[in-house]
């Protein structure tokens, strides 16, 4: 009987991948689905459809590219970069690029595609309440995207500047700018005393 497949790093899943190793894609795509399916629901206007086709154009991208990536690449950021760039290719596309209160009708199609536990309760424990999701729905994109990598995929700053394709100094701005914007949108909507145990977290 063969042993259970187990590759200890994103390094040699990497490398045996290149080799023509179909298992070691597998693992290495298997431990990031689920987090990068919630990243790209959020960037595609919580769309069950749209996020499980671009999580699938993602992968195929990423496949192409694994013999020209770096042997030192931070694999985790190169991914959600090429992720972010399938969205917004999409976006442009379709031209909108526009952000929508979350529809929790849709959630239940995400299981379909995730399987186990339901992928959209997920997103919902690591971002909050229903304020959270509506201030954050109000933002500019790009200082949403920042907040979301950086507190619900916990993203450095040297990350998220992979991400992003900008110095990690660029990043720090922009969550200032998005932390602002956090704060003045939840005063516009009053929701001070409704959230503010749970903005804390997001504007500290």
């Known amino acids: 009987m063969t042993a ?4 200890s790093s994103d390094a040699q899943w990497i490398a ?13 795509l298997r431990q990031y689905e689920r987090p990068l399916y919630g990243y790209i629901y959020h960037l595609m206007s919580n769309n069950a459809d749209d996020a499980a086709d671009l999580l699938q154009e ?17 694999f985790p950021a190169w991914l959600y970069r090429v992720a972010r760039n399938c969205c917004l290719d999409e976006l442009r596309h379709r ?6 209160v ?23 424990d690591r971002e909050g309440n229903s304020a959270v999701k509506a ?30 394709g900008i110095s990690r100094q660029a990043v720090k701005s922009m969550l200032f700018r998005a932390r602002d914007e956090f704060r003045r949108i939840t005063g516009d909507l009053g929701f001070d005393r409704l959230m503010a145990e749970e903005s804390d977290r997001w504007v500290a």
């Open 135 to 164: 201030v954050l729905a109000r933002m500019s994109c790009r200082n949403r995207e920042a907040l979301i990598l950086r507190e619900c995929e916990g993203m450095s700053c040297e990350e998220i500047s992979a991400v992003f």
């Open 4 to 7: 259970p497949y187990v590759i």
């Open 58 to 74: 993602t992968f195929i991208k990423v496949y192409r590219a694994l013999a020209r990536i770096p042997d030192d690449v931070n």
């Open 102 to 124: 979350w529809d929790g009708a849709q959630g239940a199609a995400m299981a379909d595609h995730c399987g186990g536990a339901d992928p959209e309760q997920m997103v919902l």
């Open 16 to 28: 045996q991948a290149r080799m023509g190793d179909a298992a070691a894609f597998e693992a290495l």
């Open 95 to 100: 031209r909108r690029a526009c952000w929508i």
